[in-house]
């Protein structure tokens, strides 16, 4: 299968501790990658290759994965991390790329 | 710093034809692949195409496939997506994006709207 599946909405108390999965069968072969993107802005990463966090992104984000789910997890959620966040892997034939339908996250 | 400015958005009708455009800068271009992701108004985000770094291969979504056309420009630092037969379904901001070290979509322009409307 190509398709990557996600919760639509998940929410977390300001400080405490939350995980967005993601189940595709292609995550048994490929990375995942982990974007944020809040109304009106253009997606930003914020895990590569499945553990990865580029340069900027603080160390609360970060990635894990087992079998064909990988999981985004935000320690201590701040106000700001309010946003739509989108996994990301190959499909199976590894050419074409896949997005999952989004989690909408909500700090309460 | 990494740039990817897209222009060539605008309002058409079904059928029709337009070609977007994405200037890039902050990097250099003949090194990476780059790819075009659409988000119609209210939903997720969608990969359209690929092109390699060197312009050799190229893969689309299907439901784009026969319709788009991905190039590049590498004396302008550009990148193209020639849209053809465009249907209602295509409205969508369209986002110009780098590949980075891992084949992950790495950078991001801001996008640029386009209606397909009678």
């Known amino acids: 299968s190509s398709e990557l599946t996600q919760d639509p909405a998940v929410s977390v108390a300001l400080g405490q501790t939350v995980r967005i999965t993601c189940q595709g069968d292609s995550l048994r072969t490929y990375y995942a990658n982990w974007y944020q993107q809040k109304p009106g802005q253009a997606p930003v990463l914020v895990i590569y290759g499945r553990v990865n966090r580029p340069s900027g992104i603080p160390d609360r984000f970060s990635g894990s994965s087992s079998g064909n789910t990988a999981s985004l997890t935000i320690t201590g959620a701040q106000a700001e991390d309010e946003a739509d966040y989108y996994c990301s892997s190959r499909d199976s034939s590894g050419d074409h790329r896949v997005f999952g339908g989004g989690t909408k996250l909500t700090v309460l | 710093q990494v740039q990817l400015v897209e222009s060539g958005g605008g309002v058409v009708q079904p059928g029709r034809s337009l070609r977007l455009s994405c200037a890039a800068s902050?990097?250099?271009?003949?090194?990476?692949?780059m790819h075009w992701v659409r988000q119609a108004p209210g939903k997720g985000l969608e990969w359209v195409a690929v092109i390699s770094f060197d312009g050799s291969n190229k893969h689309y979504v299907d439901s784009v496939k026969g319709r788009f056309i991905i190039s590049r420009d590498y004396s302008k630092n550009t990148l193209y997506l020639q849209m053809n037969s465009l249907r209602t379904e295509d409205t969508a901001v369209y986002h110009c994006?780098?590949?980075?070290?891992?084949?992950?979509?790495?950078?991001w322009g801001q996008g640029t709207l386009v209606s397909v409307s009678s």
């Open positions: 994006a780098k590949d980075g070290s891992l084949g992950e979509i790495d950078y």
């Open positions: 902050g990097f250099t271009f003949s090194n990476y692949g």
